[in-house]
């Protein structure tokens, strides 16, 4: 199988934002397996590490035409170009030190970010790569604008691009994407918009680190001030972003794409059905791993992954940070706008659900109780809740520390007493009871 890669030695670049007109200064340093692609934000005095993952992409961003991270107040925009880059050279594990909020655009191509990789030189890992290989068909449509993903042994992609515009009008394009495709066909391919567009971005105070050189103009004669470096650049560009946006799953996918007029935002709607996908697959073989001869007093998210069925978007706690086995635990959710619960449960004004709330004790609590060796290879069902009490209201920007306590602990039942705090402050109460079940109750 591939092995996991990440870069020999630290690469520096800098340049301007395409959207902020920031200058910014990236370093590309080597990451530990597994590890993923993370951007640390240097210019911040906390330093937030911000992963490149599904549950960190923020949807609704005031820069368009980008695809953006971000944790609590803290982003990364213009991610999707380095993305692409790092996902055609197949480096899994990297962390990129930034000090600004929008990664340099370069000539607005990968090419840049592709010739720094190389410079430093890829690192084979001991690890193996983990492959998203699709098993059936996923489809996203948003009015004009469609993709349809299908099984197939190698990434290919197929893009049919139209605009109505004298210059732009359709334009197809299909290839087998590997390493050496990826850096000679699609990484230079650089962004594009229209004349009208352009202007309409400035008049926001949009677009302000782009020009003629960064960006191909389209006017109705052409391209103002620039030529294009192949004939269907406008779609293999496309193509770039696609492939950069499909990497914030955190793993390369085998599978064939068919795309049409799509951009960044059916790119991240794909993304969330491929995740879910992936995820029912995964489920149906889950089979919880609590390591019992290990002395646990903190699990983090890879952990608990093991040890819980849920996942994105209902797993509810990031991490365990106090574990006693058979008396308390005490784990972390941080709550963030990204939260998909907050686009429809009072957008103008965002509030965690209460029995989400609820819910999140109750998977700390099952950890808890699964850190049992009784109930090794088991599944926790959350059977009821009892004198549950809602203290105050939990938003964007909250920490819940969700404390539970085991009560009682038997080979079919478990109860136990949470209560959930925002700095200091109980928000929810519950005593909730658990019962257990074999693991193939999940296939």
Do not use: W
Request: glycine fraction near 8%.
């Amino acid at each position: 199988m591939d092995k996991q890669k990440t870069i020999k030695k630290e690469s520096v670049l800098k340049g301007v934002g395409l959207h902020t007109g920031s200058r910014v200064n990236i370093c590309l340093k080597p990451a530990v397996e597994n590890e993923g692609i993370s951007f640390v934000r240097t210019d911040l005095a906390h330093r937030p590490r911000i992963k490149a993952c599904l549950e960190n992409i923020r949807s609704e961003e005031p820069l368009p035409r980008c695809t953006t991270l971000g944790q609590g107040e803290e982003a990364i925009h213009t991610v999707e170009h380095l993305m692409a880059a790092l996902a055609g050279l197949g480096i899994d594990n990297l962390t990129v030190e930034i000090d600004g909020n929008e990664l340099p655009g370069m000539d607005g191509s990968s090419l840049d970010f592709l010739k720094a990789i190389k410079k430093s030189g890829i690192k084979e890992q001991d690890t193996s790569r983990e492959y998203f290989v699709v098993r059936e068909p996923i489809v996203v449509v948003r009015q004009e604008s469609s993709i349809a993903v299908v099984p197939d042994d190698d990434f290919r992609i197929a893009y049919t691009l139209h605009y109505d515009h004298p210059f732009l009008q359709t334009q197809y394009f299909s290839a087998k994407i590997t390493p050496d495709f990826f850096a000679e066909q699609i990484a230079p391919c650089r962004t594009f918009c229209l004349e009208s567009e352009a202007k309409d971005l400035r008049s926001k105070n949009l677009g302000m680190g782009a020009n003629h050189q960064n960006t191909l103009v389209v006017g109705k004669r052409g391209v103002i001030d620039n030529q294009t470096r192949f004939k269907d650049e406008f779609t293999r560009h496309k193509v770039l972003d696609f492939i950069g946006d499909l990497y914030l799953l955190g793993k390369p996918i085998r599978g064939q794409v068919f795309a049409t007029r799509s951009g960044h935002r059916l790119n991240i709607e794909l993304l969330k059905k491929i995740a879910a996908q992936d995820d029912r697959h995964k489920t149906r073989n889950f089979v919880p791993q609590f390591d019992y001869g290990a002395d646990h007093r903190q699990l983090d998210i890879q952990q608990i992954l093991k040890v819980l069925p849920h996942r994105y978007p209902f797993l509810l706690v990031d991490r365990i940070v106090h574990l006693e086995p058979g008396k308390r635990a005490v784990g972390i959710k941080n709550v963030t706008i990204n939260d998909n619960f907050f686009s429809g449960h009072f957008p103008t004004r965002p509030v965690m659900p209460g029995v989400l709330m609820v819910e999140a004790l109750a998977q700390t609590g099952g950890v808890l109780v699964l850190a049992n060796p009784e109930h090794e290879g088991k599944v926790a069902l959350f059977n009821a809740a009892h004198h549950v009490k809602f203290r105050r209201l939990v938003v964007p920007g909250d920490q819940l520390h969700l404390e539970v306590e085991l009560l009682r602990d038997r080979p079919g039942s478990a109860f136990l007493k949470g209560v959930a705090k925002v700095d200091g402050e109980v928000v929810v109460e519950a005593e909730i009871l658990f019962s257990f079940t074999n693991a193939d109750f999940l296939g």
